[in-house]
């Protein structure tokens, strides 16, 4: 069967406009959480948003005209490097991944420029593709989930290679729904910390390409899967039984075992039960003892990026054989043990675990690979 590998990738968020700015920024413990005042929003709160000036200086240098959306540029800018050179995109997939697209829209009554399907197309006909884009919404776990839908895509051999790109902005919309459910940190979010106590916000536009093609650098989508437990529709299992069954199904299409992976870069949101979920899922999966990281306490969660973003680190991680350690952390919080890590560690990243879960249920693993 024929394997799908990840390459490049672009990272544009608070920290950098590319992924190496990016990654350096994270190993330096930076993070781009700071209290602003959000419009619409009577207090100041804890969010990760990118500079304006500095958002407005990359569009002029790329010429993206004033008549797109933010959002839609956002993306377009995170795309840019990697098809720039790129001749022909005939029988290229490109997988447009978001939770809320231009949901600002909808405070100008512009339910057209709100429309999804609008704003991937847009995206598909700037860059000249041929194909129909394809959309993942599906909650906090999209943007990993468009990783494993172009995999699927890729071995069946319908297309040449992919272009994923995934992408949240902050809105007075999504704050007040988290706010809603009394799930916002009154501090930078601190996944996994025993003084945890809920979500920050962030935002940001992430590409990558993959391809059949091994390159000395690649790193392989060794084995994934999807399940939804149908929990609730916005809590998470307590028994973590969606996050576990992916776990167990995407190391078994990677013929692989739980002695076998190297880091885990979870989903965690600092959020007092998913972090709970995800540390009974670990041990039931055998991964209590794996060195673990959240890159929310860095970033906040950028929603159907997330996953995206935080997929691109790893593969980094597994080519600079580092292990980042989870910004925020302090004193473990779950009932079950988990090995979060606190300081960077040197380590041959064979085999990595990246988990995504979200409303709804849902539930994503994808185990990467360097053999």
């Known amino acids: ?45 804890f969010i990760s948003s990118i500079n304006e000036d500095q958002v407005e200086a990359l569009f002029a240098r790329l010429s993206l005209t004033s008549a797109s959306s933010r959002i839609e540029k956002l993306a377009i800018a995170a795309l840019f490097p990697l098809i720039q050179d790129r001749k022909s995109l005939e029988n290229s997939l490109l997988i447009v991944s978001t939770t809320k697209g231009n949901v600002k829209a909808l405070a100008e009554n512009d339910t057209e420029a709100s429309d999804i399907p609008t704003l991937a197309k847009n995206i598909a006909t700037y860059f000249g593709f041929q194909k129909e884009p394809l959309i993942v919404s599906n909650a906090c776990v999209s943007g990993l989930m468009a990783l494993s839908i172009a995999k699927r895509y890729l071995q069946l051999g319908l297309f040449e290679d992919a272009y994923i790109v995934a992408f949240d902005e902050v809105s007075t919309f999504v704050q007040s729904g988290f706010n809603s459910f009394q ?66 199904k995407a190391l078994d299409e990677a013929q692989l075992r739980a002695e076998n992976i190297d880091y885990i870069v979870g989903h965690g949101t600092a959020t007092i039960y998913n972090d709970e979920m995800e540390a009974i899922a670990f041990n039931r999966a055998d991964l209590s003892t794996v060195p673990l990281a959240s890159y929310k306490g860095n970033y906040g ?67 990467l690979s360097k053999d």
């Open 1 to 45: 069967m024929k394997q799908a590998y990840i390459h490049e990738s672009n990272i544009i968020s608070p920290l950098g406009f590319t992924t190496d700015e990016n990654f350096e920024a994270v190993r330096a413990g930076k993070t781009g959480i700071q209290k602003l005042k959000l419009n619409g929003i009577l207090d100041e709160v």
């Open 183 to 248: 799930a916002v940190s009154s501090e930078a979010c601190r996944p996994y910390d025993q003084d945890r106590s809920g979500v920050s916000l962030g935002e940001a536009a992430v590409a990558c390409h993959v391809s059949t093609e091994r390159q000395s650098d690649s790193v392989r989508v060794a084995g994934d899967a999807n399940i939804n437990d149908a929990n609730h529709i916005s809590g998470p299992s307590r028994t973590g039984e969606g996050l576990f069954l992916s776990i167990q």
């Open 301 to 367: 969660h950028t929603l159907g990026a997330s996953g995206l973003l935080e997929c691109v680190l790893l593969v980094e991680c597994m080519r600079r054989n580092l292990l980042l350690p989870s910004k925020g952390f302090q004193v473990l919080g779950t009932s079950q043990p988990i090995e979060v890590l606190t300081a960077e560690r040197k380590c041959d990243i064979r085999v990595a675990l990246k988990t995504a879960s979200g409303f709804g249920g849902t539930n994503t693993a994808i185990i």
